[in-house]
């Protein structure tokens, strides 16, 4: 077990994208919570007061006797998906590229191969919780220091020692548990890029949708479903200490005690290993044909006249030179075997699929639990009329553009699953070595990266058409139940102009995503990388960029309109904002005018279909 726990140490040691991973939390807090709460605080004007607080109250959350609470705050939702993903790499990349039989061949028994497995991601997760509250408390003693004459001495003391090992215990906690089942994830698929894909999809999208909807609905199953879930647990246990500036914690809006969590994640910790454990116990390290593909594979070897030595025996393959099929002939080629392998990969679907169900829950069904429940517990002042119109046929385009590429803030654009399906269909070649296979095939190199674009392509634009269906069709329906017709006068479905242009806008978008999870896949030579990037994109830079936006001024605003983040922006809200119409208010983001979005989301399409192009093209395949 030792021996199996040092050599996994040794690989982390020496994998960039382990790094990456760890060092996420620890940059996140010192970006997003320190630095940005900081140039806030010192730009604030009174006509601010309103939205982000007095300075007092914005200055209270920087100091050192609120580094604990800052810091515990970040193991939940998001902010546990690196520790999910670093486990499903680990397990996953070990059984995808078979190295877990080398492992077993070392002599240790399965148990004590994975208990090792288990302990060095524990070791490193431990690692990166205790990095988080050291940038936590440095950060705070800086500004401390620079804000010396004007600090109460009682927001400078920091915690006591007991507290803060509370906090620590408690965000160790959560973060070994997503760990854990990120290693059963990775064990299940027996894909590290499968693993990350179900991984992210349950972190950035699924459990938080969860937890607002059960915020949105006092009782029933809903509630019940999320409070089950390891996320509402994690908000329980690291809401605990407070929040950030005082005032009521996440603790208070949800039905589980502070025991229910506690054992809640100790049941998810204890399950993941013990289940990873049966796995590892029971199955094959070595993938064996079964005996349909033995058959299959007989069926299928063509007969071929051998001259010379060993003429007239039965080959199964043909002998000669293949013919260089023509640069149309070579990217369909390419285009048929993409879309053939990404047809078997349940990664792919989930992320394809991910967009769509998204919209679903944002768009549609959750809406429909405020109508139900509408100047009730959470949904207080809210009009269930109001509600009911964003469902309606008229609407159904703001609906799907919306509920599917955004979220409310400090969640995650639905454009991330587009970025991840680019990384993940680029990386995997590149990683596997694949695209030594796809090219000695016959096509060019470019053929055969154009095909694979093509591919990717399909796969968005199929996600979004199928996006624009089901708003349709739910609007439809929540029209033909409302009012007794699926096409109402009141709220006629849009013109085909205004369902092209969205549409458009729509495919632009992903596509420039898209393109851009591929370059980065193509760039890293390895999914998992890639989908590191993304997720580390995902969590901490675009927040931090979409944070400064709105306070951004003269040539940092031209800076940051050239930045997808803007277009983006004006994509989403091309065809309306359902907040303004049921808050009054939403929440600021920068944008940027149509026309000008268009053209950047389709300069960066370009960009980052060329770059993975020419790097394919001159980059050594061996």
């Known amino acids: ?49 309103a939205v982000y607080g007095t300075p007092a109250q914005a200055f209270s959350s920087l100091t050192p006797s609120q580094f604990n609470i800052i810091a515990v705050n970040q193991f939940n939702f998001s902010g ?15 059984w995808g590229r078979g190295t877990i039989g080398t492992a077993l061949l070392q002599r240790p028994g399965r148990a004590q191969t994975l208990a090792g497995q288990a302990l060095a991601l524990a070791v490193a ?37 007991v ?10 906690f959560v973060a070994l548990s997503y760990g854990m089942l990120g290693l059963l994830l990775g064990t299940v698929c027996r894909s590290g890029a499968g693993a990350i894909a179900v991984a992210l999809l349950w972190t950035l999208i699924i459990e938080v949708t969860l937890y607002q909807l059960a915020l949105d609905y006092p009782a029933g199953i809903l509630r019940t479903i999320s409070d089950l879930t390891p996320g509402a647990a994690a908000t329980v246990v690291t809401g605990l200490f407070g929040d950030p500036g005082g005032g009521a914690t996440s603790q208070n809006y ?35 044909p079964s005996r349909r593909r033995l058959r299959r594979r007989r069926r299928t070897a063509v007969p071929v006249r051998v001259s010379g030595f060993g003429a007239g025996r039965t080959a199964g393959a043909t002998v000669g030179r293949a013919r260089t099929p023509t640069a149309a002939g070579g990217v369909l080629a390419s285009l048929r075997a993409e879309l053939l392998v990404m047809g078997r990969r349940p990664a792919v679907w989930a992320l394809a699929l991910a967009v769509p169900a998204e919209m679903l829950l944002n768009s549609y069904f959750s809406p429909l639990v405020s109508y139900a429940t509408a100047n009730s517990g959470v949904t207080l002042g809210v009009s269930a009329p109001l509600v009911l119109s964003t469902m309606m046929p008229g609407r159904y385009l703001t609906a799907a553009l919306n509920g599917a590429f955004s979220v409310q803030a400090g969640d995650v654009y639905g454009v991330v699953v587009f970025m991840l399906l680019g ?11 694949t695209i030594k296979t796809a090219v000695l095939q016959g096509p060019s190199r470019l053929c055969a990266f154009a095909g694979q674009a093509l591919a990717v392509a399909i796969a968005v634009a199929a996600s979004i058409a199928l996006t624009f269906i089901l708003a349709a069709a739910a609007s439809a329906v929540v029209a033909l139940h409302q009012t007794g017709s699926p096409d109402p006068a009141a709220s006629p479905f849009p013109a085909l102009d205004s369902v092209a242009k969205a549409l458009a ?31 580390l994109w995902a969590v901490i830079i675009q927040p931090s960029i979409e944070y400064f936006a709105v306070q951004l001024h003269g040539v ?21 904002n359902p907040d303004l119409a049921l808050y009054g208010s939403n929440y600021p983001s920068a944008v940027v005018a149509p026309a000008v979005a268009f053209l950047t989301l389709a300069l960066y399409a370009v960009l980052f279909v060329a770059l993975p192009a020419l790097i394919t093209r001159r980059r050594d395949i061996v």
């Open 1 to 49: 077990m030792l021996a199996s726990m040092r050599a996994e140490l040794l690989v982390l040691r020496k994998w960039p994208a382990a790094w990456g991973l760890l060092l996420v939390t620890p940059a996140l807090i010192l970006t997003s919570d320190y630095v940005a709460e900081f140039v806030s605080y010192l730009n604030l004007t009174p006509a601010d007061y």
């Open 163 to 172: 507290v803060i090992a509370e906090s620590a215990g408690a965000a160790l």
């Open 80 to 94: 546990t998906a690196p520790f999910m993903v670093l486990g499903a790499i680990m397990a996953g990349g070990d």
């Open 556 to 576: 940092g605003l031209h800076l940051y309109e050239i930045l997808p983040s803007a277009a983006t922006n004006t994509v989403i809200y091309l065809d309306g």
């Open 254 to 288: 949800m039905a589980v005690g502070t025991t229910a969590a506690v054992v809640t994640l100790a049941v998810y910790l204890a399950g993941a290993v013990a289940l990873t454990m049966f796995i590892v116990w029971r199955r094959d390290a070595v993938t064996v």
């Open 505 to 535: 806008a729509a495919l632009v978008l992903g596509l420039a995503y898209a393109a851009v999870g591929l370059a980065l896949g193509i760039w890293l030579r390895s999914a998992a990388a890639a989908i590191g990037a993304v997720l």
């Open 125 to 161: 997760i431990t690692g990166s919780v205790l990095a988080t509250f050291a940038v936590a408390a440095a950060a705070s003693g800086a500004i401390r220091v620079a804000e010396g004459k004007s600090i109460n001495p009682f927001l400078a003391a920091a915690p006591p020692a």
């Open 423 to 433: 990384a993940l269909v680029g990386g995997s070649d590149w990683g596997r070595g």
